[in-house]
Nanobody
């Protein structure tokens, strides 16, 4: 089992920045891939970015050029640096994790069904 706890959310004005953190504990063998997802009111949860243990990354179009995902394996912590925030970035942001191989999948994925472990989320609100 893996426990994930997000922090760092808050309210910022358009153009501002935030840094989200996600602390992982438990079976860290199951955190080879970690990702950030978000869910805005009335919308489905969507993948934002993912990273594997060696540090390779993948981004959804929504965050490319503005968001940076990183991890500190020694601290078992995942980060999401968000810059040039827009009102449409307003959402609950979730941290997720999965083993290197899960349900036969060993590649990067930004689909929520491919992640078995989830945090409770941290709210990000961007005002115009």
């Amino acid at each position: 089992q893996v426990q994930l706890v997000e922090s760092g959310g808050g309210s910022v004005q358009s153009g501002g920045s935030l840094r989200l953190s996600c602390a992982a504990s438990g079976d860290t063998f199951s955190t080879h891939y970690m990702g950030w997802f978000r869910q805005a009111p009335g919308k489905e949860r969507e993948g934002v970015a993912a990273i594997n243990r060696p540090g390779n990354t993948a981004y959804a179009d929504s965050g490319k050029g503005r968001f940076t995902i990183s991890r500190d394996n020694a601290k078992n912590t995942l980060y999401l640096e968000m810059k040039s925030l827009k009102p449409e970035d307003t959402a609950m942001y979730y941290c997720a994790a999965r083993p290197r191989v899960y349900r036969g999948l060993s590649e990067f994925s930004l689909r929520e069904n491919n992640y078995p472990y989830w945090g409770q989320g941290t709210q990000v609100t961007v005002s115009s």
